[in-house]
């Protein structure tokens, strides 16, 4: 298995709504990541989990939480929302912390705010 | 000095020419420099990657080359075909020592005409 598989494809949410993003993968990779992108911009780090611990948090709004439950797995909470947040969000992982190969993309969660 | 620039912004090549994407960065600590193929609501993919220790690298159709001096790299697509018709993102992390993080350059839009 050579994917990142995100859920859901689409995700349409209120403000005050609170949902969950989900990611996982079985590469035996134990640095995951969260990116997000605008149209027609990079991808912008978020949070770095390297072995199911959060490492790096970009600054990020208290708005956006995420969780490592394993080393296969990895969710960003999201609530309270604003309709700037409308974005693709991508899950990446690579083979540990550290090392710059293996770096693969997940296609993402269309998140649209309303 | 944590930034990568890429040029040009949007490129437009006949059918079985080249194409040329270039990038330059400031941060003398970056050591990895991959290139990303991105298609409409998909996520990055890796295409194809490089390390300051060699000047070039090919895979296929896509040549990597590399300036250290200059602190340069480009993309070549050589026979360029409608189905490369995407975003190239350029990007650069550093080596082992710290949770990984890519940086990207802005993007290049590219179309293959028929």
């Known amino acids: 298995d050579t994917e990142v598989t995100q859920t859901p494809k689409h995700l349409v949410m209120g403000m005050t709504n609170k949902k969950s993003l989900k990611c996982e993968q079985h590469?035996?990779?134990?640095?995951m990541y969260w990116y997000k992108q605008k149209a027609k911009k990079p991808p912008e780090l978020m949070f770095v989990?390297?072995?199911?611990?959060?490492?790096i948090n970009e600054s990020v709004p208290s708005r956006f939480s995420p969780e490592c439950p394993n080393s296969s797995l990895l969710n960003l909470h999201l609530h309270a929302l604003q309709p700037e947040d409308s974005a693709l969000y991508l899950c990446?992982?690579?083979?540990?912390?550290?090392?710059?190969?293996?770096?693969?993309f997940g296609s993402g969660t269309r998140l649209t705010v309303v | 000095q944590q930034q990568v620039k890429q040029s040009p912004q949007s490129l437009i090549v006949q059918k079985g020419g080249i194409s040329i994407i270039n990038c330059a960065y400031e941060?003398?600590?970056?050591?990895?420099f991959p290139w990303y193929q991105q298609f409409p609501g998909k996520g990055p993919a890796l295409l194809i990657a490089?390390?300051?220790?060699?000047s070039e690298k090919k895979e296929g159709r896509f040549t990597i080359s590399f300036n250290k001096s200059a602190k340069q790299f480009s993309l070549h697509i050589m026979d360029s075909q409608p189905g490369d018709s995407a975003t190239y993102f350029c990007?650069?992390?550093?080596?082992?020592?710290?949770?990984?993080?890519?940086?990207f350059g802005q993007g290049t839009r590219l179309t293959i005409n028929p």
């Open positions: 990446a992982s690579s083979r540990h912390a550290g090392t710059s190969y293996g770096y693969t």
């Open positions: 590469m035996g990779h134990r640095a």
């Open positions: 989990y390297s072995y199911e611990k959060l490492s």
């Open positions: 941060n003398t600590a970056f050591d990895y």
């Open positions: 490089i390390r300051p220790d060699v």
């Open positions: 990007a650069a992390s550093k080596q082992p020592g710290g949770a990984q993080k890519l940086v």
